[in-house]
């Protein structure tokens, strides 16, 4: 058992101001093989997520605190639809269907989502980043 607070929460935003890449995860799922994927993802403005999207799995985000800005793009590397999760008005999360291209930008300090998608863990390859 695991109690998902604001002591954990802080835990995981230090650990991501720290990390070279501005951004931590924290694995509720016991191994990379599991077929459900549940973790807490910190991350700092600042951190690169490059435009990209997971072929085998769609992922949902629900926002604990901070804000968000979520990028959805066609082959072309259009933006085609940009939403903000931000929880003060009323934006709390985001259901990402399998093969979506996308990205974000964080918009303030401290954010962290709760993510989940479908396992095993399959690290995204070349082909799935949009250039």
Same mark, same amino acid.
């Given at each position: 058992?695991?109690?998902?607070?604001? @002591?954990?929460?802080?835990?995981?935003?230090? +650990?991501?101001?720290?990390?070279?890449? *501005?951004?931590? @995860?924290?694995?509720?799922?016991?191994?990379?093989? +599991?077929?459900?994927?549940?973790?807490? @993802?910190?991350?700092?403005?600042?951190?690169?997520?490059?435009?990209?999207?997971?072929?085998?799995?769609?992922?949902?985000?629900?926002?604990?605190?901070?804000? *968000?800005?979520?990028?959805?793009? @066609?082959?072309? $590397?259009?933006?085609?639809?940009?939403?903000?999760?931000?929880?003060?008005? !009323?934006?709390?999360?985001?259901?990402?269907?399998? !093969?979506?291209?996308?990205?974000?930008?964080? *918009?303030?300090?401290?954010?962290?989502?709760?993510?989940? $998608?479908?396992?095993?863990?399959?690290?995204?390859?070349?082909?799935?980043? *949009?250039?």
């Amino acid at each position: 058992m695991e109690i998902i607070d604001k @002591n954990l929460l802080d835990t995981v935003s230090a +650990a991501a101001k720290s990390s070279e890449r *501005l951004r931590m @995860n924290h694995n509720f799922h016991e191994t990379l093989e +599991a077929p459900c994927q549940r973790m807490l @993802n910190a991350l700092e403005p600042g951190t690169f997520v490059p435009i990209h999207r997971h072929r085998h799995t769609a992922e949902t985000y629900i926002l604990l605190r901070g804000k *968000l800005k979520i990028f959805f793009y @066609n082959e072309e $590397k259009v933006i085609i639809e940009e939403d903000v999760l931000d929880q003060s008005h !009323g934006c709390y999360g985001v259901h990402i269907p399998a !093969g979506i291209w996308h990205s974000m930008e964080v *918009l303030e300090s401290g954010t962290i989502i709760f993510e989940t $998608k479908d396992g095993p863990y399959t690290p995204i390859t070349e082909q799935d980043i *949009l250039k």
